[in-house]
């Protein structure tokens, strides 16, 4: 009896991309982003730490998205937000009035929806 041929599991979606990264991969996206982008290094610094937590003192840790409202005593859920995008602009960066408190799902889906749609005008 001949030897049966059998066919290979196709192993495409399990190997990582040579070019670039894996689709959803937010850690990659953010080491990325934290080697490309100079302005990335400002939330690694102490002096933000402080600018955030005051943000989220001043909101009295109230999401500020229109609608939500929410109320987030875990600060490690909660986003200190750049109400106009700042591209890198220092003073922009750093400016309290451009800052709101967000809650993570707001930023996270609402407000980056928001940003990527502007982008593509």
């Known amino acids: 009896m001949a030897p049966r041929l059998t066919t290979l599991k196709p192993k495409l979606s399990t190997l990582a991309p040579r070019i670039g990264r894996l689709p959803n991969d937010e850690r990659e996206r953010h080491r990325e982003r934290d080697q490309n982008l100079e302005h990335r290094k400002w939330y690694k610094t102490a002096r933000w730490q402080k600018l955030r937590m005051s943000i989220l003192v001043r909101d009295l840790f109230i999401c500020q998205m229109a609608g939500c409202g929410k109320i987030e005593p875990n ?11 700042h591209h890198g602009d220092e003073a922009l960066f750093w400016d309290e009035q451009n800052l709101q408190c967000l809650c993570k799902p707001c930023h996270d889906r609402l407000k980056q929806r928001e940003e990527r749609a502007q982008a593509r005008w």
């Open 75 to 85: 600060t490690s859920q909660l986003v200190a937000d750049h109400k106009k995008p």
